[in-house]
């Protein structure tokens, strides 16, 4: 069974640091694009990073950009979301997702392109 598996969230005070993670089971990474989008109450879902199946590529949203940092290790089948200087306005539901793509292609962050979503995991930035 294919399976992604988010880890990692939790409730932080603003300017706080969290790190997520993105554990596959049932399939193995290496050919997956991976993103992460978020969903915040009354909002549409938003991508917010994403990494190539190299990871020699990665995108963020204008939103996150300089704050947030996305990367995979293979081996552990696993892909990350380092989130620093954290804002009560990065509260939302956290979810990873997976597309299979070619080594040398570049990431999307559209999430019609991703096929393996997990079940989120819940980010709260509060004092």
């Known amino acids: 069974q294919l399976q992604l598996v988010e880890s990692g969230g939790g409730l932080v005070q603003p300017g706080g640091s969290l790190r997520l993670s993105c554990a596959a089971s049932?399939?193995?990474?290496?050919?997956?694009?991976i993103g992460w989008f978020r969903q915040a109450p009354g909002k549409e879902r938003e991508g917010i990073s994403c990494?190539?199946?190299?990871?020699?590529?990665?995108n963020y949203a204008s939103s996150v950009k300089g704050r947030f940092t996305i990367s995979r290790d293979n081996f552990k089948n696993t892909v990350y979301l380092q989130m620093n200087s954290l804002k009560p306005e990065d509260t939302a539901l956290y979810y990873c997702a997976a597309y299979m793509t070619t080594i040398q292609a570049a990431c999307v962050m559209y999430s019609f392109m991703y096929g393996y979503w997990g079940q989120g995991t819940q980010v709260t930035v509060s004092s």
């Open positions: 049932g399939f193995t990474l290496d050919y997956y694009a």
């Open positions: 990494i190539s199946s190299s990871g020699g590529s990665t």
